[in-house]
Antibody, heavy 116, light 107 residues
């Protein structure tokens, strides 16, 4: 069965960095585009970044452009999100999700808290 | 960026009610629209893709319609398991964008 397991969340100070990972299993990871979507406490969903199946095309939302980078290692079936220059407003649960357009499988999420 | 506007933001309904949620895109997105259901503390679940295609395993009481800029999610007979928050998402262009959500509450 398809599984997506995020890790790497935690508490970090503003301005610091964090790298999230998403371990995929149960499907041909190298055939699917992947995304990161976040949800601030009590708020709605915000798409963060997306990456094509082979890593050749990457897209980032305006609020994270220049600070966050999405990448993947198809040999390890793993998706990453490198988050630099973190801000208090980046506090959220971060989900990885599979799909080129709509996303049909989601992980359980990992919480990132940015606080002084 | 394409803005997605959902209405209402909150909806109170009873078991057995027919429920309709609207989603409007700020520009033509053809049928590149998905609907998701989210329950507290859980990841979103895909219900509908391409505006009207039912995801595998999703009950047939859920249906989607629309194209261009106006879309609708309908639950034909609300069940206890359906009380949740629903989001539309356009996936026509990057950045992908979500509507603000519609919380379906028990009346």
């Amino acid at each position: 069965q398809v599984q997506l397991v995020e890790s790497g969340g935690g508490v970090v100070q503003p301005g610091r960095s964090l790298r999230l990972s998403c371990a995929a299993s149960g499907f041909a990871f190298n055939s699917f585009a992947m995304h990161w979507v976040r949800q601030a406490p009590g708020k709605g969903l915000e798409w963060v970044a997306g990456l094509s199946y082979d890593g050749s095309n990457e897209y980032h939302g305006d609020s994270v452009k220049g600070r966050f980078t999405i990448s993947r290692d198809n040999s390890k079936n793993t998706l990453y999100l490198q988050m630099n220059s973190l801000r208090v407003e980046d506090t959220a649960v971060y989900y990885c999700a599979r799909g080129s357009r709509e996303t049909d499988y989601w992980g359980q999420g990992t919480l990132v808290t940015v606080a002084p | 960026d394409i803005q997605m506007t959902q209405s209402p933001s909150t909806l109170s309904a009873s078991v057995g009610d027919r429920v309709t949620i609207s989603c409007r895109a700020s520009q033509d997105i053809s049928n590149w629209l998905a609907w998701y259901q989210q329950k507290p503390g859980k990841a979103p679940k895909l219900l509908i893709y391409r505006a009207s295609s039912l995801e595998s395993g999703v009950p047939s009481r859920f249906s989607g319609s629309g194209s261009g800029t106006e879309f609708t999610l309908t639950i034909s007979s609300l069940q206890p398991d359906d009380f949740a928050t629903y989001y539309c998402q356009q996936n026509d262009n990057y950045p992908l964008t979500f509507g603000g959500g519609t919380k379906v509450e028990i009346k």
